[in-house]
């Protein structure tokens, strides 16, 4: 069995103590049976986003059998977002892109947004983007916002992370991903409640559900556990804690 | 290629340091009969929990302290836990009560309850805990850093179990771990990255209890973690059950 954690960032990060020490992060990794991880750098300490993409591609061709590259831009720096894209993409072969509209202070859906998601759509990427609701407010990532993009930009495969994050975000999570098939759940969360994993499963399918850890924010012990320890089917298991994400990123 | 299991079940005793019970009026719980709950307790491997009213937290201690110890009287599975109001209670019901049914912990909800967790607010039922060698539960979500760290400084003969922490407040939860040393963690939202090893560097092993705050977390995450930190038996047997029986004061709990 391949395992693939989805979601994780490299960077410090103060108010979660989050440190992407590498050695620390391989045996992490090696001991909650991860084969590889997909990384992004949302918080670089530049602030410059072609600085997290480079440090990105610097760890993946240092690890290349553990790490996967995952690009990231910021709509702030809108003259600079498709030359990254191109770049990111063709040149330093990151495979999905992730956003965070917190930074940016407009909900996922606002136009700044457009010109990411029209080259996004040309190219029918994978777009992961923090989804969470009620946890951040204002809600700029509230699920049910994502229903409307995945109809308008339908070549994208949008990966809600956090699946909603607290239950009343789950419950848009799901909504949202038997609206549209292009929306898929990731695990990654500090907040789920006893029966998330086996509500996502049962109510969205256990297709569209992507194991991720959001380390160094979290453990992946701990987050890999609210798979393993699930009432789920082990076919179910593997589907989640890999065979999904091979499949959707065509690894 | 990995050998990972994927049918988890733990090594250890386990006794949960953090469960609660009861339906809520808010909303439906995917767990809230007693019956239910002790299923989920045994499908995870725990042998016992202690456990509280969520209706005493949410809406009533006193009546739901009653309820709960009506519902664990004859458990075997379920510990009883009061949660006390000093701003509503009657001292003299309280301590009758956990007086007649050997109450060895009592948890704390300042903020929930609306009280100032200070010393000309508690300092009478802080006493009594004392001299009945009563540990209090305290969600660190449910308390100002400052109050909680002085009530405690103050009285270094009561044992204070600070309940989940979250990456939120992990940095003054560890610093006051290490200043005060009558003071335990429970570990139900302590999923910080190597969040274990943190807490094993910096305080005694004696000092951690594993409790998962079901039903509003699952149970067994936070036991998978723990097993695979590559701690000693003793150790993992000291977190997830023996120190919590050393400080109930009663091993036939």
């Known amino acids: 069995m391949r395992i693939i954690d989805f979601h994780n960032h490299l960077g410090r990060h103060a108010e979660f103590m989050a440190d992407d020490e590498i050695n620390r992060f391989l045996k992490i990794m090696d001991a909650s049976g991860i084969d590889q991880a997909c990384i992004n750098c949302i918080y670089h300490y530049s602030g410059d986003h072609r600085e997290g993409n480079n440090y990105v591609s610097e760890i993946v061709k240092k690890y290349p059998d553990r790490f996967i590259g995952v690009a990231y831009v910021s709509p702030l720096y809108p003259e600079e977002v498709i030359d990254e894209l191109n770049r990111a993409f063709d040149v330093l072969n990151l495979k999905y892109l992730k956003i965070y509209p917190n930074y940016l202070q407009k909900p996922v859906n606002d136009p700044s947004y457009f010109p990411i998601f029209e080259w996004g759509n040309s190219r029918e990427i994978v777009i992961m983007c923090h989804a969470s609701y009620i946890f951040d407010e204002p809600p700029y990532t509230r699920p049910k916002l994502f229903v409307e993009l995945a109809k308008r930009f339908n070549k994208i495969k949008w990966v809600l992370a956090h699946s909603g994050n607290m239950k009343q975000g789950q419950i848009e999570a799901v909504s949202a991903a038997k609206q549209c098939n292009n929306i898929f759940l990731e695990t990654a969360s500090s907040w789920g409640e006893h029966g998330t994993i086996e509500y996502l499963v049962s109510e969205a399918g256990e297709d569209k559900i992507l194991y991720g850890s959001d380390m160094p924010l979290l453990d992946a012990r701990n987050q890999i556990g609210r798979i393993i320890t699930a009432n789920i089917s082990n076919s179910a298991k593997q589907k989640i804690l890999g065979e999904n994400t091979a499949k959707l990123l065509n690894l | ?253």
Not at chain 2, 102 to 128: C, E, G, T
Not at chain 2, 135 to 153: G, M
Not at chain 2, 230 to 241: F, G, H, P, Q, V
């Open chain 2, 1 to 253: 290629m990995n050998n990972i299991n994927l049918d988890f079940s733990p090594d250890v005793e386990v006794f949960d340091a953090n469960i609660s019970i009861g339906r809520r009026h808010n909303r439906r719980m995917p767990v809230d009969t007693t019956t239910q709950a002790i299923e989920c307790l045994k499908r995870a491997g725990v042998s016992k929990a202690l456990t509280f009213s969520t209706h005493s937290l949410y809406v009533d201690a006193q009546s739901g302290n009653n309820n709960l110890i009506s519902i664990t009287q004859n458990s075997n599975y379920l510990v009883p836990q009061l949660v006390c109001n000093p701003g509503f209670e009657s001292f003299e019901n309280f301590t009758s009560i956990c007086t007649k049914f050997d109450i060895r912990s009592i948890r704390m909800a300042p903020k929930l309850h609306d009280y100032p967790f200070q010393h000309w607010m508690i300092d009478s039922w802080i006493n009594w805990f004392k001299k009945k060698k009563i540990s209090i539960w305290i969600s660190v979500w449910e308390v100002n850093p400052s109050e909680l760290y002085q009530v405690i400084a103050e009285n270094q003969d009561v044992s204070f179990v600070l309940t989940e922490a979250h990456y939120r407040q992990s940095k003054w939860v560890l610093q006051l771990l290490k200043k005060l040393k009558n003071t335990y963690i429970e570990l139900s939202r302590w999923a910080l990255t190597d969040g274990i090893s943190l807490l094993l560097d910096n305080i005694d092993e004696k000092r951690i209890l594993f409790g998962s705050r079901f039903p509003d977390s699952p149970i067994s995450p936070q036991l998978y973690f723990l097993h695979n930190c590559n701690l000693s038996t003793k150790t993992l047997s000291l977190i997830c059950a023996d120190n919590l029986k050393r400080l109930l004061h009663n091993e036939n709990h």
